[in-house]
């Protein structure tokens, strides 16, 4: 824990340090063929980081720095706060009881704000901005990371973008149910009506600053649901007899369960995008996204906080994946809350698939007018096959814990966790005391282990859930 203090302390007085230096770093970056290097604050002309380690670092189509730091706690706080936050109680509370899930979801906000403040940190690292995590991980460790931490990243958002669309095609099959139980609509057709709906809106939003307006949106449908499912789950438990909050299975099972929960611990705090996000941010670009990361994981993780325990508490150990299936209420109430839960899950889907988008508006040039012809019908093209392809799979394999524990095993583990300490380690090496040193090094370690036990186990959850349900399910 002294160690732990000790980084944090670290953190706030470079803080003060990254506020001196920004204005000449900005002045600095304007002057061609000259370059701020590393910590020294030595010049060296026609020669950046990225020149020295062989990373091309392109420019982006999209906006940067334009966004308030204000404005950016409110895209992070969506995704805290998107409709997963329904699935908390079951996928969760429920395999790992509450003395183990309370402690569990305390300690997962406590590392996670320490682990993205590591990341933050290093926006500027070298004297120049990496707007991309990839562009980090290419200044750090050369091309090869590069690559690697794009295919890492890409392979999370991907499940975190079909986690999305089971929810919005759960959504829309619950309010389905809520006025015709006649099971002719398959939980695969309304996982296709969502895709095409996320479809319209990726084409209709042409970059992450864009959503201004939207975020507010997002914010009155989050607090819509999370309200309505609080206060029902809130009337059922105080009617309801005393629960079972027992972990159900074999001693095996629960050891495979208990990992996965685990795993979407880290799943529920964090994006496996930072800094795509705080490329974002006006300058001071650390300062301000401090302040956004700070915002997240205080204000922004009450109501998660309220719903997941509230929910458990109500139902116990029969606690479904999506909260909205458990509750009971007037019907118009919980036709709200479900179109509330479609929404914003749309508007959060757009967030997670932005750095996909902003990499191939860059590849191809889509500058401009959004409305125009070309960049219009290449976002119609493009952005539409991809939600395509996100769309068939939510629809074939509509796990959604089990793809919530993989997601959390195999990419938010590695970027969050692992890749977050050893950068800092890497970046800051000669600044860090050897205990310190050994701390960073502990965290790469265990969450290295955890990645590999998550994995497994979620993959199992996925091989045991294929055999029980057939592809196309209807869960």
Known sequence: MGIYTADLADIVQEEGEADQGEGEALLLESMEGIHIQGDSGSWNQNLTEEDKLGVEVPETAHQISSDSWFQVGFVLTTGINSAYVLGYSGTIMVPLGWKVGVVGLILATAISLYANTLVAKLHEYGGKRHIRYRDLAGALYGKKAYSFTWALQYVNLFMINTGFIILAGSALKAVYVLFRDDEVMKLPYFIAIAGFG???????????????????????????????????SLKDGMEAPPRDY???????????????????????FNTGMLPEIQATIRQPVVKNMMKALYFQFTVGVLPMYAITFVGYWAYGSSTSAYLLNNVNGPVWVKTLANISAFLQTVIALHIFASPMYEYLDTKYGIKGSALSPRNLSFRIAVRGGYLAINTLVSALLPFLGDFMSLTGAISTFPLTFILANHMYLIAKKNKLN?????????????????????????LRL??????????????
Request: aromatic share 16%; net charge positive; glycine share 4%.
């Open 198 to 232: 996320c479809a319209l809106f990726a084409i209709s939003i042409p970059h992450l600053s864009a959503l201004r307006v939207w975020l507010g949106f997002s914010t009155i449908f989050s607090l819509l649901y999370i309200v309505i499912a609080f206060v029902l």
């Open 462 to 475: 996925i091989a045991v859930d294929s055999k029980t349900y057939h592809v196309f399910a209807d869960l």
């Open 246 to 268: 027992s972990i159900h299975g074999t001693n095996s099972s629960k050891i495979f369960t208990t990992i996965g929960a685990c795993a979407n611990l880290v799943f529920a």
């Open 434 to 458: 050897s205990w310190q040193k050994f701390w960073h090094w502990l965290n790469i370690c265990f969450f290295g282990c955890a990645s590999v036990a998550a994995a497994a186990a979620a």
